[in-house]
């Protein structure tokens, strides 16, 4: 059958245009490791020269990672080399603490993901996946904080507590909360800081999250929180807990059948589950359906990371990132008898969030 060369030529162009995405974000992660983005943002205009003097480099390489800004539209270029940072560039790509601070997620894809990606012939072959540990290392810890931390700092206490029926009252008068799959912990500190008078709980099976969470807790005074690994010290099996929360973890559990059956024991009859997990369809035709621009971007974290994980041992279940939608989450809540979903909506493109009860 002949080829249609116009299609040809389209996917060519498709596929440079994703070669160019992955260069960008390569660029990004200099900009934002070596503090480019940070100096940019605090120096108005700048030559290459004055920043590569600001930050003792070598104004060559600033040069021409400045020209591959103004190309991509991050930074301006103002004419006869002198270029400067929008504020609107710099609460993305140089203010951590802005809600909308998007450089930390460079980070993990380059290097840190994209350096699996060798080991994937015997993955794909022995069909056994990666844990955290073993695909990403301390520094995924890091980067996976920084991608989520703007999001945990700004919304978690303000705005999704308070939409939680019950929640802050429990948590006011000296509740128990775990959050199982914390990383390094943002998310369960930033709860502890609000309630002192709870205790809050940390589970997670990677040691390098925490050893991190464990070395944030000790540069603050919490003492209402500690961290534990669930498989040397799993959720105790009589109800214990007020709230459990699982934020983007289900789907990376290799067995999150037993996991949401735990959670349901460890759970007091009044208590609430509350779950974070990728939207997503039922099946990749309900995903394809939908057109999310970041689907491909979803299932490349899928096989490099949440995939991976949830296939990293005997018998997993492999939910993968897409792989633990609102029906999947129905149905499974339903099976491990919890009576009560309701679906809240957080104004976060990526995620959608259960507020589970028994
Ligand atoms: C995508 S990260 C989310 C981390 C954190 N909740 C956040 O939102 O930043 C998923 C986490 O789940 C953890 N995890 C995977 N399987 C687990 C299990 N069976 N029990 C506890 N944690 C698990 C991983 O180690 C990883 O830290």
């Known amino acids: 059958m002949a080829l249609d060369e ?13 070669l160019n995405g992955t260069m960008i974000t390569a660029m990004t992660v200099i900009g934002d490791e070596l503090g480019l983005y ?38 301006d270029h103002l004419g006869d080399g002198r270029f400067e940072m929008s504020a609107e560039a710099a609460a993305v790509l140089a203010d ?9 997620g460079a980070g993990m894809i ?14 794909f072959e022995s069909g056994r996946g990666l844990t955290y540990d073993e695909f990403g290392g301390a520094q995924f810890a890091e980067a996976q904080e920084r991608m989520w931390a703007p999001w945990f700092q700004h919304q978690l206490v303000d705005t999704v507590l308070p939409a939680l ?40 099976n990677s040691e390098h999250a925490l050893e ?16 534990l690994n669930p498989d040397v010290d799993p959720l105790p099996s009589e109800p214990t807990y007020d709230v459990i929360t699982t934020f983007d973890c289900i789907h990376d559990m290799a067995h999150p059948t037993p996991a949401i059956r735990a959670i349901r024991s460890a759970l007091k009859g009044d208590g609430t589950w509350f779950v974070a997990d990728v939207h997503a369809g039922d099946s990749l ?38 792989g633990f939608g609102e029906a999947k989450a129905r149905r499974m809540a339903a099976e491990a008898e919890f009576s009560r979903f309701r679906r809240h909506d957080f104004a976060n493109p990526l995620n959608a969030y259960y507020e589970i009860r028994p």
């Open 285 to 322: 035709d309900e995903n394809l359906e939908e057109a999310n621009p970041l689907l491909p971007m979803l299932y490349g974290f899928s096989v490099l990371c949440c995939l991976s994980s949830s296939m990293s041992s005997p018998d997993a279940e492999g939910f993968g990132t897409l």
């Open 38 to 75: 940070r100096a940019l943002a605090s120096s108005g205009v700048v030559t290459s020269e004055i920043l590569a003097s600001e930050l003792s480099m070598s104004e060559r390489w600033v040069r021409e990672w400045l020209h591959g800004q103004a190309a991509v539209g991050y930074v």
């Open 212 to 227: 991190r969470a464990n070395r944030s807790k000790r540069q603050t005074n919490l003492e209402n929180v500690h961290f």
């Open 165 to 204: 029926d019950g929640v802050v009252d429990k948590l006011k008068h000296g509740g128990r909360l775990a959050d199982t799959g914390c990383g390094a912990g943002v998310a369960v500190m930033e709860m502890a800081r609000a309630y002192p008078d709870a205790e809050f709980v940390g589970y997670d």
């Open 96 to 104: 951590d603490s802005h809600p909308r601070f998007s450089a930390g």
């Open 6 to 18: 116009d299609r040809v030529s389209e996917l060519a162009v498709e596929v440079f245009k994703h």
């Open 110 to 123: 380059v290097p840190l993901l994209s350096r699996s990606v060798p080991a994937m012939k015997r993955v």
